[in-house]
């Protein structure tokens, strides 16, 4: 913990961050930042009316597969996660049907946005916008979208914004080689998922967005909140993946029964937080390179610690292509091949479908251009061992 603390962050922000983190249950040292004349990001209704304008016009197309991310989270200057998520919850009519208050839950989703480490090239809160983004198409999935209740689609959404929160841009086995406290807090299970949902917890509860809810309905949440958010560990792909392809084999699924619909909510978020290599070319390539470069972060603090380089954190023998053809490969496409038979081949499946075999072959062709891919770590032609690095090494 003292090692990511002295080195992910610097100077007197590292201080500050470090106070945050610690204590990040009592939020009245953030809240006190504006006290201390320290200014806030420049609210929405100080930006620009072009911008505001382009941003609305972008929310009007907020359920089309090509949403452009980055551009919406310039356009309202870094707030993309708060804003998206605000309209989500009008146009899905959560906040009339929970009675939710609009400053509340604002305040709340500044909080969530706040908490994600915009210095991370990968897990930052824009990820986790663009998760909320897909999470959002899933939902309207004719075959699923009949079915589900006003706390389906809340659960839905609030789990994928929040999914990744105060996530530090290492993975766990870093956490656990390093004695991190969170390693410790959650004996080295679903270390970086735990601290997710408890911070969300945390954050609910301090924000009071649901406190006038009954008590029984708010503890169901928290822990459908969990559930939901513990389904991203990665390391847990196999399982959900043999039991979505039971059921599909089986044609058992009830979505009129709540704990089937709650399945395919875990495997609707895990659909979105991998779905990259499902977007179109511009934008996969754009993730591909910050997540790498996120692992190549931490294989340069490993290097530095003198610990062994975690797979596909090494640079020099990594490439880029190589990494993404083993993660799509053995991660992504069995997955989306299963989310495919559940939505009875959708125009969205097929889609996705389309530019995850575009996306791979024009790796592939870069690939073939890199001579240090062909050192031994590409997954396409690695030996014994190459599937389990994809699956321990990619922490979504
Ligand atoms: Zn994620």
Redesign the pocket.
């Known amino acids: 913990f003292k090692l990511l603390s002295d080195t992910t962050h610097s100077g007197e922000i590292g201080t500050k961050k470090k106070v945050k983190r610690l204590l990040s249950f009592q939020r009245y040292f953030h809240a006190s930042r504006l006290l201390r004349g320290i200014i806030p990001q420049a609210p929405l209704h100080l930006l620009d009316e072009d911008y505001l304008g382009q941003a609305r016009h972008m929310l009007s197309k907020v359920g089309m597969w090509d949403f452009d991310i980055f551009l919406f989270d310039r356009l309202t200057n870094g707030n993309s996660l708060v804003t998206l998520l605000c309209h989500l919850f009008n146009t899905h009519g959560l906040i009339h049907h929970f009675k939710l208050d609009m400053v509340t839950l604002h305040r709340f989703l500044v909080m969530v946005q706040e908490d994600y480490h915009s210095q991370n090239p990968y897990?930052n809160a824009v990820?986790a916008a663009d998760?909320t983004q897909a999470m959002h198409c899933y939902l309207k999935e004719p075959k699923l979208a009949s079915f589900l209740t006003p706390l389906d689609i809340m659960l839905g959404l609030l789990a994928a914004a929040a999914?990744?929160v105060d996530h530090p841009g290492v993975n766990q086995p870093f956490l656990i080689k390093t004695n991190h406290h969170l390693a410790n807090l959650y004996q080295n299970m679903s270390v970086l998922e735990n601290h997710h949902w408890r911070s969300t917890i945390g954050m609910l509860r301090e924000s009071r967005l649901l406190a006038h809810l009954p008590k029984e309905m708010t503890q169901d949440i928290e822990q459908q909140l969990g559930s939901l958010i513990l389904a991203?560990d990665i390391n847990r792909q196999n399982e959900f993946l043999t039991r979505l392809k039971a059921h599909l084999h089986n044609k058992d699924l009830r979505l009129e029964d709540t704990h089937d619909r709650h399945f395919m909510l875990q495997i609707a978020l895990k659909c979105a937080?991998i779905c990259n290599p499902c977007r179109i070319w511009e934008m996969s390539k754009q993730w591909s390179e910050r997540v790498c470069e996120e692992f190549y972060r931490q294989g340069d603090l490993e290097q530095k610690f003198e610990l062994e380089i975690s797979p596909l954190c090494n640079q020099q023998k990594d490439s880029i292509p190589s990494i993404q053809i083993g993660f799509m490969t053995y991660i992504v496409e069995p997955l989306f091949r299963e989310w495919a038979r559940f939505t009875g081949n959708s125009p969205l499946s097929e889609n996705m479908l389309s530019h995850l075999a575009h996306n791979k072959a024009q790796w592939k062709s870069l690939l073939h251009k890199q001579p240090r891919s062909s050192s031994g770590s590409s997954p396409e032609h690695g030996g014994p061992g190459t599937e389990k690095e994809a699956h321990t090494g990619l922490d979504?």
């Open positions: 897990h990820h998760v999914h990744d991203t937080d979504a």
